[in-house]
């Protein structure tokens, strides 16, 4: 089995509506920007260690990735802001950091660096730019080798600032190992994860220019009936999860994988990744994109492009209907205002679907 039937919803039957998909980001924005005081609060579900941070600022679960995600709505003429948020990002980075034990200040979705991006893309300043490249270049040698902490995700972002990031592309070139993959220091660990999240895919990423990726990802894709699942960690079986849980998400399994290296992979392989997606359907755990329906529905973006076949089109558009609902009704009980894992990174996968193109907001 490559997937459990009970973490996936049955897919709405809705048609397609742009105009729809539209009112829906207008809503997402709005219900955010009303909810903002200094910030944002935290979604029971993103609580860290069952401890509650009221009003978190970083990329990945904070202010810092809502805010990127407004600006990047309202720079594509969807929706018109009420406020300016660049003097909250400025506090943002006076206030104590999310992860104080974590050494976070390098890390590009919970820490300093992160911030300090967002801040360039809407107020762009040199003294900003020189701290940012400060940060970046500290984490050259990041023994995390992943894409949340490590150099993967310093390096994505120094490339979109111009930066001379040379040094930690080959640094992370020389950590690939005989296998072709990448070993993660992560959490008290050491490990070799796969996805995007964490491990190979996103170390591809970062770098651009790598051999034998398809044939690597062959070695430890899990095959039946023509569909392909990976596992999250090299040699683990689906189901080895500590819940015994399969994932098929964005950040672990076949459509992260598929979303974020289309363009490297066999044809066939990436299409029996998203195949397997397909026929998983939206994911019970909500809409968002790092273990939602949005980022499941990536990968069919992804393989329109690489492909050039509307059936997937047809298909994100699809996942961005059932998305949009869960939207609505989870918000019913919270708002869940962050990039990855609530309402606005599903608004950027809403707003890519109406366009019929796009890819995850990395970095």
Same mark, same amino acid.
């Given at each position: 089995?490559?997937?459990?039937?009970?973490?996936?919803?049955?897919?709405?039957?809705?048609?397609?509506?742009?105009?729809?998909?539209?009112?829906?980001?207008?809503?997402?924005?709005?219900?955010?920007?009303?909810?903002?005081?200094?910030?944002?609060?935290?979604?029971?579900?993103?609580?860290?260690?069952?401890?509650?941070?009221?009003?978190?600022?970083?990329?990945?679960?904070?202010?810092?990735?809502?805010?990127?995600?407004?600006?990047?709505?309202?720079?594509?003429?969807?929706?018109?802001?009420?406020?300016?948020?660049?003097?909250?990002?400025?506090?943002?980075?006076?206030?104590?950091?999310?992860?104080?034990?974590?050494?976070?200040?390098?890390?590009?979705?919970? &820490?300093? =660096? @992160?911030?300090? *991006?967002?801040?360039?893309?809407?107020?762009?300043?040199?003294?900003? $730019? /020189? #701290?940012?490249?400060?940060?970046?270049?500290?984490?050259?040698?990041?023994?995390?080798?992943?894409?949340?902490?490590?150099?993967?995700?310093?390096?994505?972002?120094?490339?979109?600032?111009?930066?001379?990031?040379?040094?930690?592309?080959?640094?992370?070139?020389?950590?690939?190992?005989?296998?072709?993959?990448?070993?993660?220091?992560?959490?008290?660990?050491?490990?070799?994860?796969?996805?995007?999240?964490? &491990?190979? =895919? @996103?170390?591809? *990423?970062?770098?651009?220019?790598?051999?034998?990726?398809?044939?690597? $990802? /062959? #070695?430890?894709?899990?095959?039946?009936?023509?569909?392909?699942?990976?596992?999250?960690?090299?040699?683990?079986?689906?189901?080895?999860?500590?819940?015994?849980?399969?994932?098929?998400?964005?950040?672990?399994?076949?459509?992260?994988?598929?979303?974020?290296?289309?363009?490297?992979?066999?044809?066939?392989?990436?299409?029996?990744?998203?195949?397997?997606?397909?026929?998983?359907?939206?994911?019970?755990?909500?809409?968002?994109?790092?273990?939602?329906?949005?980022?499941?529905?990536?990968?069919?973006?992804?393989?329109?492009?690489?492909?050039?076949?509307?059936?997937?089109?047809?298909?994100?558009?699809?996942?961005?209907?059932?998305?949009?609902?869960?939207?609505?009704?989870?918000?019913?009980?919270?708002?869940?205002?962050?990039?990855?894992?609530?309402?606005?990174?599903?608004?950027?996968?809403?707003?890519?679907?109406?366009?019929?193109?796009?890819?995850?907001?990395?970095?």
């Amino acid at each position: 089995m490559l997937f459990q039937p009970e973490a996936h919803d049955v897919l709405t039957d809705e048609p397609w509506s742009a105009e729809r998909i539209r009112t829906a980001i207008a809503s997402i924005v709005a219900d955010a920007e009303s909810a903002f005081d200094d910030g944002w609060p935290t979604h029971p579900q993103d609580e860290v260690n069952d401890v509650s941070a009221a009003r978190r600022r970083s990329v990945y679960l904070g202010g810092a990735g809502v805010v990127d995600a407004l600006h990047r709505l309202a720079r594509r003429g969807l929706v018109e802001l009420r406020r300016d948020y660049v003097p909250y990002l400025e506090r943002s980075l006076e206030a104590p950091p999310d992860f104080p034990d974590e050494d976070a200040d390098r890390s590009l979705w919970m &820490g300093e =660096a @992160g911030i300090r *991006l967002v801040v360039q893309r809407c107020s762009p300043s040199a003294v900003n $730019l /020189e #701290r940012l490249s400060e940060l970046i270049a500290a984490n050259e040698r990041d023994e995390r080798c992943e894409v949340m902490w490590g150099s993967p995700g310093t390096i994505l972002a120094g490339r979109e600032l111009g930066l001379d990031v040379t040094p930690s592309i080959e640094w992370l070139h020389d950590r690939r190992d005989l296998e072709g993959l990448w070993t993660q220091q992560l959490y008290g660990q050491t490990r070799r994860f796969l996805g995007p999240a964490h &491990g190979f =895919a @996103g170390c591809v *990423l970062a770098l651009g220019d790598v051999g034998a990726v398809s044939e690597t $990802l /062959e #070695r430890f894709a899990v095959e039946e009936d023509g569909l392909v699942n990976w596992p999250p960690l090299a040699g683990m079986r689906l189901d080895g999860n500590r819940d015994g849980q399969i994932r098929t998400q964005w950040c672990h399994g076949a459509p992260g994988i598929v979303a974020t290296l289309a363009p490297a992979l066999d044809e066939a392989l990436a299409a029996a990744g998203g195949e397997l997606t397909w026929r998983a359907g939206p994911l019970r755990k909500g809409a968002n994109l790092c273990h939602g329906t949005a980022g499941n529905g990536y990968a069919f973006l992804a393989l329109l492009e690489r492909t050039g076949d509307e059936r997937w089109l047809t298909r994100a558009r699809a996942f961005a209907m059932h998305a949009a609902a869960q939207v609505e009704r989870s918000r019913s009980d919270y708002g869940r205002y962050t990039l990855w894992t609530g309402d606005l990174g599903t608004a950027l996968y809403l707003a890519d679907c109406i366009d019929g193109r796009g890819e995850l907001p990395l970095p």
